[in-house]
Structure formats: structure tokens, C-alpha cells
């Protein structure tokens, strides 16, 4: 079956423009989440949307980031006046949703590559 | 979530069982055993999860020591493509705690 995709899958942009990355997760997934993977690091945790509870945001690292998930399904990831610090890999990742073991295994997708020169 | 602590690299000649362990000496007794791995420029792939039993899937099998303080990763014949970096997550769950929380993980290198 399809698993999780993203899209671009490559960004570039300049320094202070905004950019929305999408992500659509594995169908009747109800929890989505984002992290993004700096050159060299691990995953860093974003945020994460479960059905239609309030999204936890609190690892957007600044104001400028923000998500939001229409009708429980695609999720768009926008970043607004971007910095050359924002340059990493954005991954989407979904679930079942809360439950036990396997419900919630995150199942990730390919990536969207951003560079802001 | 508790924390991890692997080895950062590890090689192993192809054919032959890969044994990547996992420190996990703060787990709690409501904390999962996770595998991913993550190959170059792909997104992280699940691999096997546990809580107190030992587990098998077509990928892998995870051990799990009895103190649940430790536990080591089993790919039984590993090929080339089984190279890449493997995280051990430990993850809470309590309920509106989902985010998986990766440390550096191993670098696996499988030797033809």
C-alpha cells in the first residue's frame, strides 16, 4: 500500500522567503507528525496532530514555523521569512494513533529537502 | 523518555548476524523498546518494538534483558543493504507524549 509522501522533495529558496512543505500520511493514520534532521544530527521533534485534539507544537523552534492538518488527513508545514539555519531535511511521519505497540509506530516518509541560501 | 546510549559504529562482514546493543538504564516500566534505521538520505524505517519480551518480525529480532536495562538488535544474515544508522528509542506512553525522541544512534557497516 502507499506510505507517506512528501512533497517537494527538494526546496531551495532565499533568505526571507516563506515556504510550505506537504506531507500526505498513510490513509486512516490519525496521528501525523513532523520533524526536521539538520546535516549530520538526528531527528529533532516538531509537532504533532492527533484527530482533531489541539496539535502539539512545542517543538517549533520559532514563531516563524507553523503546521496545520486539513480534515484530518494532508498536513502543510509552512515557514515564514526563512534563515539559512532552517536548511535541513523535514520529515512527515504517521501512525494509527494512540493505542498500544504497533498503533503507534511512526511510519515516516521520504523527506522534503530545504535550502535557504 | 529514558535515554539511550549505542555504540556509534560498528562493522560486520555480510552473511554473518549483526548484534547492535542498546542502553536503556532509566527505562520505566510503561516505556517501549523501539528500532528504526535510517538509511543515507532516506527517512527513518521501522524495524521492531518491544516492552519485556523477546520479539521477532521478518527484518529482526529484539532481546531484551530481564532488568529491561539493556537490549540488542538481531539482523540474523545482514546484506549490504542492511547498512545504515540504527536508533534505539525508548519511548513513554503516556498519552499525549507520542514523539519519538532520537540520540545519534549506530552506524552500521555491512563488509562485503
Known amino acids: 500500500g502507499a506510505g507517506v509522501s512528501q512533497s517537494p522533495s527538494n526546496k531551495v529558496t532565499e533568505k526571507g522567503k516563506d515556504v510550505e512543505l506537504r506531507c500526505d500520511p498513510i490513509?486512516?493514520?490519525?496521528?501525523l507528525y513532523w520533524y526536521r534532521q539538520s546535516l549530520g544530527q538526528g531527528l529533532e521533534f516538531l509537532i504533532y496532530?492527533?484527530?482533531?485534539?489541539?496539535?502539539?507544537k512545542s517543538g517549533l523552534p520559532s514563531d516563524r514555523f507553523s503546521a496545520e492538518r486539513t480534515g484530518g488527513s494532508v498536513s502543510t508545514l509552512t515557514i515564514q521569512r526563512t534563515q539559512q539555519e532552517d536548511s535541513a531535511v523535514y520529515l512527515c511521519?504517521?501512525?494509527?494513533?494512540?493505542?498500544?505497540?504497533?498503533?503507534?509506530?511512526?511510519?515516516f516518509g521520504p523527506g522534503t529537502r530545504l535550502l535557504v541560501l | 523518555d529514558a535515554k539511550t546510549t549505542q555504540p556509534p559504529s560498528m562493522d560486520c562482514a555480510e552473511g554473518r548476524a549483526a548484534n547492535l546493543p542498546c542502553n536503556h538504564s532509566?527505562?520505566?516500566?510503561?516505556?517501549?523498546v523501539y528500532w528504526y534505521r535510517q538509511i543515507h538520505s532516506q527517512g527513518p524505517q521501522y524495524i521492531i518494538h518491544?516492552?519485556?519480551n523477546n520479539e521477532t518480525n521478518e527484518m529482526a529480532s529484539l532481546i531484551i534483558t530481564e532488568d529491561r536495562k539493556s537490549s540488542t538488535l538481531i539482523l540474523p544474515h545482514a546484506t549490504l543493504r542492511d547498512t545504515a544508522v540504527y536508533y534505539c528509542?525508548?519511548?513513554?506512553?503516556?498519552?499525549?507524549?507520542?514523539?519519538?525522541?532520537f540520540g545519534t544512534g549506530t552506524r552500521l557497516t555491512i563488509i562485503p
Open positions: 511521519a504517521s501512525s494509527l494513533g494512540p493505542g498500544t505497540g504497533l498503533q503507534e509506530t511512526q511510519y
Open positions: 490513509s486512516g493514520h490519525t496521528a
Open positions: 496532530f492527533q484527530g482533531n485534539s489541539a496539535p502539539d
Open positions: 532509566t527505562i520505566s516500566g510503561n516505556e517501549y
Open positions: 518491544g516492552l519485556k
Open positions: 528509542i525508548v519511548r513513554n506512553r503516556r498519552f499525549g507524549n507520542e514523539k519519538l525522541t
